[in-house]
């Protein structure tokens, strides 16, 4: 099992729509999540951090964390062209003292 | 703009030359990162600095040696590297190493390798 699981996609989403990007892990030991964005060639940008379970929103984005089931999630609304990117979800992993990024899930938001 | 910035952008180098990436933050942050990504693959650990010492070392070959100055400054020394070392070098940092705070990052130099 890996540690910081994501589906690579790419996910096609319409313009307009919510876009739901997931992510699960395994140390239940965890308590810190991230969510970068990266367009390519370019570096990751932080877009979300979350600590507590529950929702936590910022503008056109939610992050919603489930510590009991090991899930964290990243909903943008009203998605736009310049979403399209791939989203890094990362844990800090608390039995190593650093965070481990997911693979990242490709989405592309048509027009 | 980032607040986290790194020189050069790009370099191009021989298997035989030194050279060095240099990092800077002015955030205050205690913990500066170097990473290594390859394309289409999340970015990879390979050192951390806590308050100016080296806390972490993923097993980096002794081709990159990291060198933290001051709280504001990193460097990556690199000398006789390999093909498969081209990559794309980012830098980040955060408030405390392990603390659980946000990694910030650089826009990263592109290493190109002949």
């Known amino acids: 099992q890996k540690e910081v699981e994501q589906n690579s996609g790419p996910l096609s989403v319409p313009e307009g729509a919510i876009a739901s990007l997931n992510c699960t892990y395994s140390d239940r030991g965890s308590q810190s999540f991230f969510w970068y964005r990266q367009y390519s060639g370019k570096s990751p940008e932080l877009i979300m951090f979350?600590?507590?379970?529950g929702d936590k929103e910022d503008g056109r984005f939610t992050a919603q964390l489930n510590k009991a089931s090991q899930y964290v999630s990243l909903l943008i609304r009203d998605s736009q062209p310049s979403d399209s990117a791939t989203y890094l979800c990362?844990?800090?992993?608390?039995?190593?003292?650093?965070?481990?990024f997911g693979s990242g899930t490709r989405l592309s938001i048509r027009p | 703009d980032t607040e986290v910035t790194q020189t050069p952008k790009h370099l191009v180098m021989g298997m035989t030359n030194k050279k060095s990436l240099k990092c800077e933050q002015h955030m205050g942050h205690r913990a500066m990162y170097w990473y290594k990504q390859k394309a289409k693959k999340p970015p990879e650990l390979m050192f951390v600095y806590s308050y100016e010492k080296l806390s972490i070392n993923e097993s980096v070959p002794s081709r990159f040696s990291p060198e933290c100055p001051n709280s504001s400054l990193l460097n990556l020394h690199l000398h006789a590297l390999q093909p498969e070392d081209s990559a794309l070098y980012l830098c980040?940092?955060?408030?405390?190493?392990?603390?659980?705070?946000?990694?910030?990052f650089g826009d990263g130099t592109r290493l190109s390798i002949l």
């Open positions: 979350i600590y507590s379970n």
């Open positions: 990362a844990v800090l992993y608390s039995s190593a003292s650093k965070i481990i």
């Open positions: 980040a940092s955060s408030q405390e190493a392990f603390g659980g705070q946000p990694q910030h």
